[in-house]
């Protein structure tokens, strides 16, 4: 069976500015400056996660052993995707995967005695403890969610650490509902969350699960990131927060026309409510590269174009060959085009890139849109830039 070696990982903290709120008339989206801050004040930006093959083995500190397969190490990948979706800092997510140490040793626990429809969903291991379950032991009798969603890892994550955004709207309490848990030791701040019979049993997992965090690349805070940062910088597109009003992914027909649909149905954007004439900044340093119709492109200098589209020509303040840097006004938002209403749309193509970081991001759409497009939101969160909430999960 194959074994590993850990090497020690470092980290890179950007300094950042505080997290700007949007208050809208019937719903909050929150964005942020570049480098915003997640809960608990780290730079968002979680590299993206694979569990390594065969087997890993980690100690408590009073010598415990627990070998992880793959399948073990599959949920401390999920569990990391789960924090990244609440944008969980580097100690958040350390607490969250000592906490599944502790209860779990890092098994999907059914319990065919006291929830037997747990059995009905994959599971590593059989257990008897109330009605507890899952990799933290959640119950769902106390409200921590149904059987389904607590037989799932990224649920268990999301559900631990709660918070405004969290799904059980603070009870019972995850992490980032308590007060102060920034400032606790892991083990105090996983236990107020478990209220274990046991209060000292998570602090003895910690040095196994930051083992556990390196090895499957995480220990940053947010979502999106690839493996490595791209070199550069980044920004956000106005001077002062816009909520994002679409995504990526499928959508309904967004502008008619007689013939039929004017706009795809295929989103491969991220799309900004914004006033027409709102100043549109650069979020890449590059050269204008494309400017037509309501299309203005502009290329990174590692090749990558970002477009920002449905601005007026007459708006638009550069020409083909300029250099444009982080921050500088290219025109302003506009409604060019097959659109439904005042708004920017950002657009990332990578096929023409040579930054490896940037070249490990998932392409999105398929076969369904132009090839070689990101998720803008994931793209810039390589720069240290969070572009803020989507009204759904694209």
């Given at each position: 069976m194959k074994k590993w070696i850990i090497a020690a990982a470092g980290v890179v903290v950007l300094s950042v500015p505080a997290v700007l709120v949007l208050a809208l008339t019937l719903a909050f989206f929150t964005v942020f400056n570049p480098g915003a801050v997640g809960k608990g004040g780290a730079a968002i930006c979680l590299p993206s996660l694979s569990a390594p093959g065969g087997s890993l083995t980690v100690a408590a500190s009073d010598g415990e052993e627990v070998a992880l397969d793959a399948a073990r190490m599959q949920h401390v990948v999920d569990l990391l995707e789960?924090?990244?979706?609440?944008?969980?800092?580097?100690?958040?997510?350390?607490?969250?995967?000592?906490g599944a140490l502790a209860e779990s040793r890092m098994r999907m626990y059914a319990n065919?005695?006291?929830?037997?429809?747990?059995?009905?969903?994959?599971?590593?291991?059989?257990?008897?403890?109330?009605?507890?379950?899952?990799?933290?032991?959640?119950r769902p009798s106390i409200g921590w969610g149904s059987v389904k969603d607590l037989m799932d890892a990224k649920f268990n994550a999301r559900a631990f650490l709660?918070?405004?955004?969290?799904?059980?709207?603070g009870s019972p309490p995850g992490l980032f509902?308590?007060?102060?848990?920034?400032?606790?030791?892991?083990?105090?701040?996983?236990?107020?969350?478990?209220?274990?019979?046991?209060?000292?049993?998570?602090?003895?997992?910690?040095?196994?699960?930051?083992?556990?965090?390196?090895?499957?690349?995480?220990?940053?805070?947010?979502?999106?990131?690839?493996?490595?940062s791209a070199s550069g910088e980044g920004g956000y597109p106005f001077t002062e927060p816009h909520p994002i009003t679409d995504g990526v992914g499928p959508r309904g027909c967004p502008v008619s026309s007689g013939s039929g649909c004017a706009a795809s149905t295929?989103?491969?954007?991220?799309?900004?409510?914004?006033?027409?004439?709102?100043?549109?900044?650069?979020?890449?340093?590059?050269?204008?590269?494309?400017?037509?119709?309501?299309?203005?492109?502009?290329?990174?200098?590692?090749?990558?174009?970002?477009?920002?589209?449905?601005?007026?020509?007459?708006?638009?303040?550069?020409?083909?060959?300029?250099?444009?840097?982080?921050g500088q006004q290219v025109g302003a938002v506009g409604n060019a085009g097959p659109s439904s209403g005042c708004h920017l749309d950002i657009r990332v193509t990578t096929l023409g890139s040579t930054d490896a970081a940037v070249l490990s991001l998932p392409h999105v759409g398929g076969s369904s849109t132009a090839a070689g497009y990101v998720d803008p939101q994931a793209y810039m969160a390589l720069y240290g830039v969070d572009l803020g909430a989507t009204p759904y999960a694209a």
């Open positions: 789960g924090a990244a979706q609440a944008k969980a800092n580097p100690k958040a997510q350390l607490i969250l995967v000592m065919s005695t006291a929830v037997p429809e747990s059995v009905n969903y994959p599971h590593d291991a059989d257990g008897s403890d109330h009605d507890s379950i899952g990799l933290l032991q959640q709660g918070g405004p955004e969290g799904p059980n709207g509902d308590i007060a102060g848990w920034e400032s606790m030791t892991p083990n105090d701040a996983a236990q107020k969350v478990q209220g274990s019979a046991t209060p000292n049993a998570y602090g003895r997992w910690e040095a196994a699960a930051k083992q556990l965090i390196a090895a499957v690349g995480g220990g940053g805070s947010g979502a999106g990131c690839a493996a490595t295929w989103h491969p954007a991220l799309d900004f409510g914004a006033a027409c004439g709102t100043p549109v900044l650069a979020i890449r340093p590059g050269t204008v590269t494309t400017l037509s119709g309501y299309w203005l492109g502009i290329t990174t200098p590692d090749g990558t174009e970002v477009a920002y589209l449905h601005m007026f020509m007459d708006d638009v303040i550069v020409k083909v060959g300029d250099t444009v840097s982080v």
